[in-house]
């Protein structure tokens, strides 16, 4: 049988964090020895093992939830989990494709020259071939931020809001959704334009990568458990196979 400590120590644990995770359900019910203690077998070892792979794909409040739906014996309930975070790295994988298409435009295309000011929304939706209306359409969206005239209010864009709107004319007519092309233009305003944008792109996709493969290692992970797992709610036993480490 298996102590906290030994658990704790073959994932650089403390023991606390391995007591934590049974009493939240993220590993299944440990036997209790007469005077108290908590007596983990193998296929504890196993639950960690495929908790630790999870949270690197998933990360640790998913990781929790696929874990104790398996514990409850609600295997659809963790796959459906399982299924949403493959959906918002596949988001993720077309957000960043948006913007790597949106970037080599903005980065091989010259801009025209800009003076300071900023200007009015008709002058953004003249310029764009748009409706003034669809301009505040993106606004609602999130994809565009102009500042209000604080006499007037009425709407003002500065020449990075005029940036930001071209770039968002550009994405929609390639057929990209709003919530995408918002995302695009916060990456653009968080890096501060699209050239040095532009040389972190390899990054980003090197951690989506990096993302799905560990998905593909806690995958495995977790139908390792599956395969010895107890029944939901029932503390594990001595009659489970088991192994003791020395101290």
Same mark, same amino acid.
């Given at each position: 049988?298996?102590?906290?400590?030994?658990?704790?120590?073959?994932?650089?644990?403390?023991?606390?964090?391995?007591?934590?995770?049974?009493?939240?359900?993220?590993?299944?019910?440990?036997?209790?020895?007469?005077?108290?203690?908590? @007596?983990?077998?193998?296929?504890?070892?196993?639950?960690?093992?495929?908790?630790?792979?999870?949270?690197?794909?998933?990360?640790?409040?998913?990781? &929790?939830?696929?874990?104790?739906?398996?514990?409850?014996?609600?295997?659809? *309930? +963790?796959?459906? *989990?399982?299924?949403?975070?493959?959906? $918002?790295?596949?988001?993720? @994988?077309?957000?960043?494709?948006?913007?790597?298409?949106?970037?080599?435009?903005?980065?091989?295309?010259?801009?025209?020259?800009?003076?300071?000011?900023?200007?009015?929304?008709?002058?953004?939706?003249?310029?764009?071939?748009?409706?003034? +209306?669809?301009?505040?359409?993106?606004?609602?969206?999130?994809?565009? @931020?102009?500042?209000?005239?604080?006499?007037?209010?009425?709407?003002?864009?500065?020449?990075?809001?005029?940036?930001?709107?071209?770039?968002?004319?550009?994405?929609?007519?390639?057929?990209?959704?709003?919530?995408?092309?918002?995302?695009?233009?916060?990456?653009?305003?968080?890096?501060? &334009?699209?050239?040095?944008?532009?040389?972190?792109?390899?990054?980003?996709?090197?951690?989506?990568?990096?993302?799905?493969?560990?998905?593909?290692?806690?995958?495995?992970?977790? +139908?390792?458990?599956?395969? *010895?797992?107890?029944?939901?709610?029932?503390?594990? !036993?001595?009659?489970?196979? !088991?192994? *003791? $480490?020395?101290?």
């Amino acid at each position: 049988m298996y102590r906290p400590i030994d658990l704790a120590r073959r994932h650089g644990l403390s023991a606390q964090a391995v007591r934590n995770y049974e009493r939240e359900g993220v590993l299944p019910p440990a036997e209790r020895t007469p005077n108290g203690y908590r @007596r983990f077998s193998e296929v504890h070892v196993k639950a960690l093992s495929a908790f630790l792979a999870l949270i690197v794909g998933h990360g640790h409040a998913a990781s &929790g939830d696929i874990m104790r739906a398996v514990n409850r014996g609600e295997i659809d *309930t +963790a796959l459906r *989990t399982i299924d949403q975070s493959h959906g $918002l790295l596949q988001r993720d @994988r077309e957000t960043l494709d948006a913007v790597e298409t949106a970037v080599a435009t903005l980065v091989g295309t010259k801009p025209p020259p800009q003076s300071g000011a900023a200007v009015p929304i008709s002058v953004v939706a003249h310029r764009l071939g748009l409706r003034p +209306a669809t301009l505040r359409k993106w606004e609602l969206a999130g994809v565009l @931020r102009p500042r209000r005239d604080p006499e007037t209010r009425h709407r003002v864009y500065a020449p990075d809001d005029v940036r930001d709107a071209e770039l968002a004319h550009l994405l929609r007519r390639g057929g990209y959704r709003l919530d995408h092309i918002a995302a695009v233009l916060r990456q653009v305003r968080d890096a501060g &334009g699209a050239e040095p944008l532009a040389g972190s792109l390899s990054q980003w996709r090197k951690r989506l990568t990096e993302r799905g493969r560990a998905m593909l290692t806690g995958a495995a992970r977790l +139908a390792d458990y599956l395969d *010895t797992r107890p029944h939901p709610g029932r503390a594990l !036993t001595s009659d489970a196979k !088991t192994t *003791t $480490l020395s101290e």
